[in-house]
Every structure is written in structure tokens, then in C-alpha cells.
């Protein structure tokens, strides 16, 4: 796949080429640190996914898709932004991106993101060629939508700030995490980092220490809420699903000096938690 990155900020673009580009099969084509060169340049070139900042001078992201989407139809957009703002997402939407990255880039989302358009664009390709070989409508009514996948990140968000965790070290790592096991359809264990996500076995232990250290910190967050209202119904429903209702006890008898070691985690348990929760009806 062709990949064109606009971003004012300079460290962005280089980031994300060489992030894309330690998969053979993309090539990042151009980079632009403005919008008005970055229309300009995509309007030549052959691109087929334009990642693009939300928040830019002059012109923003926004504003850089609609006119883009009127003088090249065929472009896919995923929109780069730290904002969170879900007027302003809506309005991404409405626009025409497929998926959001988040701020800080995270190595993996970024991965998961661009491997989902490019199979979206090779779906719709095969789709397109059949419909032109038998005639008929495009069968692509059922396909997942990309609002539905941004409501499933947000619920993933809410369960993290409820635990208290956006800020720890690992919270991004956790999100791409459980995006790619809710988009794939696959549990923690099925997940082989080091062939799908180019990451060595030295590197699969740094990330799972930095994730099991934001995950510590939310069961004792949690085990802070359970002293305060044992009672509490999504307290007790994050400690069976998250993790196991006897750790968070626990881990709530340690802070309370009753014992003199506390509560486990689990990854595995943890994250199969996380997006069963995360696709849970509202």
C-alpha cells in the first residue's frame, strides 16, 4: 500500500514511515508538514492511505479530507490526533476517515489500524471485481462499521479511567492491545507478538512489565473503591471480570494491614476481561 502522512509536527511523519514501513508490502510515497503541500502532493502521486493530523494551521484535518474527497475518491483516511473531543470525532466521521490513532503513536495501534484499512481496500477491490464480472449491487451492507470499533475504544477508556490507570506507562500499550483481540476476534493468548508485531523477545517483556505495572495500579485502585463500598456493582463487576474478585479482597485486606501480601494480576485474564467488557451492550 501506498501511505501519505500529514502532520505539523515533524517528528510524527518520521515516526509513523518507519513504523509502516517495516512491513515490505507499504511504502510511504510522501510526507507534508503542512496541508496546503500536502494536497498539493497527493493530488499527484499515487497514494492509497493518507494518515492526517487533526489539529493543523490554516487547514485542518477535517477540512483536508472533504477537499480531498471531492477531487480523489478512491483515498482511505486515518486521522492522527491526541484530542478527544467527541464532536470533533463525530465530525472526522462525517468526513470520511475509517479509524482514529491516538497521541502518543503507539507502535502496535498503528499496526493494527493501517494492516485493517489495507484488508478493508483489498476487500473492496475483490467485491468490485466480482460486481463487474456478474453485474449487481456491492455485498457490503454487513460490513463492521468504523464508529462501532471507536465505541468499543471508548468503553475501553472509561473501564481505564475508572481504574484509575490513563496515565500509567502502559494504558496505550493496554488499548492496542485489546483493540487488536476485539477486531480480530482472538483471546490474549492467541496473540504471537513477536511474528505479527516485529517485536523480540527482549522487547515482549519490557511491554509486559510495563503493562502488568498499570494493571497492579488499578487493582489497588479498585481494592481502594471496594473498602469504600463493597457493595458497589461495577466495582464488583470490574473485580470478577478484570481481575477475579478473590485478588481484589485480597488486595483490599494488604492496604488495610490484614495481610502481608496482596491481590495478583493476570494478563491473560485481564484483557479477555477487558474486551468481552468493552463489546458489552450499553
Do not use: W
Amino acid at each position: 500500500m501506498n501511505f501519505y502522512i500529514v502532520d505539523d509536527d515533524p517528528s510524527i511523519p518520521m515516526n509513523l514511515q518507519r513504523i509502516l514501513e517495516e512491513n515490505p508490502a507499504n511504502t510511504v510515497v510522501g510526507t507534508a508538514n503542512d496541508a496546503k503541500q500536502g494536497i498539493a502532493e497527493i493530488m499527484m502521486l499515487n497514494v492509497d492511505i493518507v494518515l492526517v493530523d487533526l489539529l493543523m494551521p490554516e487547514i485542518s484535518g477535517i477540512d483536508l479530507i472533504k477537499r480531498l474527497n471531492q477531487l480523489k475518491h478512491q483515498l482511505r483516511f486515518i486521522m492522527i490526533s491526541q484530542v478527544r473531543d467527541s464532536d470533533l470525532r463525530s465530525q472526522a466521521y462525517e468526513a470520511g476517515i475509517e479509524f482514529f490513532i491516538d497521541k502518543p503513536i503507539n507502535l502496535i495501534e498503528v499496526k493494527t489500524v493501517t494492516e485493517r484499512v489495507t484488508q478493508n481496500i483489498q476487500m473492496a477491490n475483490k467485491l468490485n471485481n466480482i460486481q463487474s464480472l456478474v453485474g449487481g449491487q456491492s455485498p457490503v451492507a454487513n460490513a463492521p462499521t468504523p464508529e462501532k470499533h471507536e465505541i468499543e475504544k471508548e468503553k475501553m477508556l472509561a473501564i481505564l479511567r475508572f481504574l484509575g490507570i490513563t496515565s500509567e506507562n502502559g494504558s496505550s500499550d493496554i488499548l492496542a492491545i485489546t483493540q487488536i483481540m476485539v477486531n480480530q476476534e482472538i483471546a490474549f493468548r492467541e496473540i504471537n507478538f513477536e511474528t505479527q508485531y516485529n517485536i523480540n523477545a527482549c522487547e515482549k517483556k519490557i511491554l509486559f512489565q510495563r503493562i502488568r505495572r498499570a494493571i497492579k495500579t488499578g487493582l489497588t485502585n479498585l481494592a481502594e473503591l471496594f473498602l469504600d463500598d463493597m457493595g458497589d456493582e461495577l466495582v464488583v463487576e470490574y473485580a470478577n471480570s478484570l481481575y477475579e474478585y478473590r485478588n481484589v479482597r485480597t488486595e483490599a485486606q494488604y492496604l488495610k494491614g490484614d495481610r502481608a501480601s496482596g491481590g495478583k494480576v493476570s494478563l491473560k485474564h485481564f484483557f479477555d476481561g477487558l474486551a468481552q467488557e468493552s463489546q458489552a451492550p450499553a
